[in-house]
Each structure stands twice: as C-alpha cells, then as structure tokens.
C-alpha cells in the first residue's frame, strides 16, 4: 500500500492506471467484438472495437496524465490551438475519415463483395476510416482511398444474386438470321448454367463490316459468370461449325468495276515463279 | 361454387421394380446406375469406394426412361470427375435411393393452362432425382449426383429479388393413368384452387423439393407428398400446403426420403406470393 501513497506513489499510481486501462481497453474490445460480430457487418463490428479500445484507454491515460500532475486545462489548450494547425494540415484525411463514414452508412458495397473502382477490380478486404483494401484477381494489395471512392463511379459486380452475359457475335452475310437465332437458343438452352428464366435475348445489333452483328446475352447465377461465358462461346464456336454458320474474319472485297475481270496475281514462291490470274 | 375435379385413380398402371435397393458388391465391382443416356458408376475397393457421374443433358419431358443396373468390371476410361472416398476398410453394402432436390424446382407447363374461376384442378407435375449413395450400414453417406443435370432458372419478381431454381418443362397431365413411366422423375399431384373471379393463367410454378418428402408406391414409382395452392379472391395466393402424407395415388407405398428442410410458417408464408408465377 506505501508503494502505492509514498512518495513517488503518482508515479506508480500512473503506471498502474496505464496498465489497468491497457487490460481493461482489451476486455472492452473483446467484447465488443463478440457482440457486435453476430448483429452488425464485418467492418461495422471492427469499427466499433476499435473504437471501444481507445475511449477506454484514453480514459485511463488522461487519469494516468493526471496522477503525474499534468494540468489537464492546460493540456487542453494547447491541444486548441494544435488542432488548428493540425487541421489545415488533415484536410485530406479528415475528408477520408468523413467518406469513409458516409460509405459504411451507405452501404454500397460490404467486405468480400468484388468492386470496380476506374480500371480496377478487385475483392474488398476491409474498409477502414481513411482507405478501403482491395485484393484483385492477380493477387495485388490496392489501397483507395475513401475520397476517392466516393468521388468515383463504383460498381459492385456481387450485389445482385444473378448476372448477365453478352456474347458478341458476328456471322457471314449469307447466313440466314433466324437459323442463327434458333442456334443460339438451342445452345444457351442444353447449356445447365445458363437460366432459363430471365430467358436469353437476341439482339441484331446491325450490318457491320465484314459480318452480320449479334448480341446474344444470357444469364446465370453470379458465381457461375465465368465459368458460363467461358462455356458458352467455346459451345457457340462447336455449334457454329456443326451447323455450317460462318464467323468470318475481317475482309475487304476489292472491284475494278462492275465487269472487271480478275486481277493478275503473280505467286513467287523460292527459286521459281509463277503466274496466274 | 367449387367445384373439383375428380382424379382418376393411378390404379391400373403397370408394376416395374424398384431399381432403389441394398446392394452387395465385391471388391473390385462397379455398379453402374444408366438412366437413358445419364449414367452413374461406384466402385468398391477394399480401402475406398469411387463415385463417378456421368450426368447427361437436361432431357425432353414426357420421354420414358427405366433405370438399367448392371454390375461392369472396371470403370471408364474417361474419369473426369470422380470422387474417392477412403476407408480403413469397406464392406459390400451400397445403398442408392432417389432424393428429391436440392432446391425449389420451376415447372413450366409446355402449353400454359387456364383455370376459370371457381374451379379446383388436381394435376401431375414430377420433378428431377438425384441419387443418394449411401454404404455401410446406410449412415455413412458418400454424396448426390443429379440423374440428369436439370437447368438453372431465377424465380422471382425482377431480377432483384427471388430465388435460384431448378427448371422443368412439364405436360400437367390431368390423368395419371397418362403419365409416362420415367424412374429418373418423382411425380408430384398438385392441387389448384381458383377462388377468384378471373380466370387464372397457369404458366409457371415452383414446387417447393426441399420440403417434400418422396414415396415409393407399391407399383415401383415414385410420389411426393401433395401440394395445394388456393388463389383467393384478388388474385393472392395466400395458401400453400403440403399433405406430409403418402397421396392417394401412390397405392399405400413407403416413405424413402423425408424433407430436406424442416419448414417454418414463416418461410412458406413469405414464399406464398412467389410460387405461382
């Protein structure tokens, strides 16, 4: 008990309030977590721990300040004027504390959904008061931060439970479109992952350059959009050449005028050469 | 007034034996379980059983299709997919029965079906198998494989809201002594009660598997539970139930396979508006 109201007893008396606040900060966080992990969001019940953890521990160290003599007005003045200075110089973090609070209130996306932020897509690993963290699919650790996310286009590819998928098409001149179309509908229809519900759409999208242009859009269930897109255009090319429907390449037909005859082509082939027409 | 139509008794129907029954097989046996073009193998070694399954393409509705078993040799070359299970030592029980599945099943008459007002209509509706693999003494259970892999389809209002299904094209029938003999199909009398004063388009339902329970009846075909719909005045469905009881038609058979889920007031109540498209 001397140790505790001696002579150097504030000093004691602080160190043990500063570890009594560390162990006390630490039940208070634990708990916290526990019970804010089965009613709130994974981020939100992080959140709330951390802030747990510190109010308890910057209780006991103002104690702890006080034990050792600290004139807390005192402090708190100068922390005023601090402040000030310290504003001008957080501007950018205070607006990312501030987004980062706007974001877990909005709840556009939650920790594990996929994002595309600009050119980047990646999982959400945590959304923190200043950044959010991305993992994208070649494994590289993004940091946004939460200015930015809220200043941008974010798209969630994971909100919704289904997803849609275009398929590009592009078939010859001389093909005939409702055969192509019956085609189409037969593979999406033999193909399990593709819905049958939302039914898939065929859209003649026009007369391109060199081919006749489709968009075929099929859905699927959200966890099986590449496995399906992956599938299906392998099955659309099968098809197509079971079914004598030409992809063609790029081409350009060249006329010297309605009655041309053909051109003169000379073929060089090694040593030798040879002419035709 | 209501009034129902009569069902014609499923007496009358030709027996066929139960493919579902204890198996013994030796070290080294494949027992091989062919539904038309659909096949499952299981091997049995002295340390491991071997699973493979060859599930085939969704099939056309209203085509018969008997279960073949036959005991082979060896496996197939082609063993993409199979699943080993290992074991200090394995003894020659295999038990494979039929399980309804895993989720509500979509079917969708092939011609849409008008119900005027006032009118109750039982119909039939079956719906895929998977087969349950089970050795041992039954409670060690290896997996399920679907019969024939059936398609994905979203039930729900939009594309926001709803829920993942299997689709099923279905005929309706009216008449069970009409329902094609198919051991890969549990067939499922479906009662619908037209209280409203408009007729009632029936183009779509979603028979809720999970919650039924499937029955052998003594004529080797397989029956679930049956399920009643009554559309009230307003057009809302507000009642949906299941028998929980071996139908009528089914000739005093046995239950093989009891619900999946386990289901709540709640749960059926919130799905009620949802299972009449």
């Not at chain 1, 994971?158 to 001389?174: H, L, S």
């Not at chain 2, 969708?108 to 998977?130: E, M, Q």
């Not at chain 2, 041992?136 to 709803?162: A, K, M, Q, Y």
């Not at chain 2, 919650?211 to 029956?223: C, N, V």
Request: net charge neutral; glycine share 6%.
């Amino acid at each position: 008990m001397e140790i505790l109201f001696g002579a150097k007893a504030h000093i004691v008396r602080s160190i043990v309030l500063i570890v009594v606040g560390f162990i006390l900060a630490k039940v208070a966080s634990t708990v916290t977590r526990r019970f804010a992990a089965k009613r709130f969001s994974v981020h939100h019940a992080t959140l709330a721990r951390r802030i747990a953890f510190y109010t308890v521990l910057v209780i006991f160290a103002v104690m702890a300040l006080h034990q050792l003599g600290f004139d807390l007005g005192v402090l708190l003045g100068a922390a005023g004027i601090f402040s000030v200075a310290i504003g001008f110089a957080s501007q950018t973090a205070a607006s990312n504390l501030i987004s980062g609070l706007f974001l877990i209130g909005e709840k556009t996306f939650s920790v594990k959904d996929v994002i595309k932020i600009g050119d980047t897509i990646g999982e959400v690993l945590s959304i923190d008061l200043l950044s959010i963290k991305l993992r994208t699919f070649d494994n590289l650790f993004v940091r946004i931060p939460n200015e930015a996310v809220m200043k941008s286009e974010v798209t969630t590819l994971t909100r919704f439970p289904i997803r849609r998928a275009d398929i590009k098409v592009g078939v010859a001149y001389r093909e005939d479109i409702g055969r192509v179309r019956d085609e189409l509908m037969r593979i999406a229809a033999q193909n399990p992952l593709c819905l049958d519900e939302p039914e898939p759409l065929f859209i003649f999208l026009g007369f391109g350059d060199s081919s006749l242009d489709i968009q075929f859009s099929v859905w699927t269930a959200r966890e099986n959009f590449l496995a399906l897109k992956n599938s299906i255009q392998e099955e659309i090319k099968v098809g197509f050449d079971a079914a004598g429907i030409e992809i063609p390449f790029p081409h350009r037909s060249l006329y010297a005028g309605s009655e041309t005859e053909p051109f003169p082509v000379r073929v060089v082939d090694g040593d030798s050469e040879s002419s035709g027409t | 007034m209501v009034s129902t139509s009569k069902s014609a008794s499923a007496g009358g129907r030709k027996r066929s034996t139960p493919w579902w029954r204890e198996r013994a097989p030796e070290i080294g046996e494949v027992t091989s379980f062919a539904f038309g073009p659909s096949r499952t193998l299981i091997l049995r070694e002295a340390n491991e059983w071997q699973l493979l399954a060859q599930p085939a393409v969704p099939e056309e509705p209203a085509r018969e299709v008997k279960a073949q078993v036959r005991r082979l040799k060896s496996m197939p070359h082609d063993q993409k997919g199979l699943q080993r299970f290992i074991f200090e030592k394995t003894e020659p029980k295999l038990t494979v029965t039929p399980s309804l599945a895993d989720r509500p099943v979509v079917a969708r008459p092939v011609s849409a079906l008008s119900i005027p007002p006032g009118v109750a209509v039982r119909l039939y509706i079956s719906s895929p198998l998977w087969l349950r693999v089970d050795v041992h003494d039954s409670d060690t259970h290896l997996g399920e494989v679907p019969i024939f892999r059936p398609s994905d389809i979203w039930f729900g209002p939009n594309t926001l809201e709803g829920c993942l299904c299997y689709s099923s094209l279905t005929h309706a029938h009216l008449d069970p002594a009409n329902l094609p003999h198919r051991h890969h199909r549990a067939i499922t009398p479906v009662v619908i009660q037209n209280e409203d004063a408009d007729t009632f388009r029936f183009e779509r339902m979603s028979l809720p598997a999970p919650y039924l329970s499937i029955f052998a009846s003594d004529t080797g075909e397989l029956w679930t539970d049956t399920v009643t719909l009554v559309r009230r005045k307003g057009g809302e469905t507000t009642s949906l139930e299941l028998a929980g009881t071996i139908p009528d038609e089914a000739d005093g058979g046995t239950q093989l396979h009891g619900p999946r889920e386990t289901r709540s007031e709640k749960s059926l109540i919130h799905a009620i508006g949802e299972w009449l498209g």
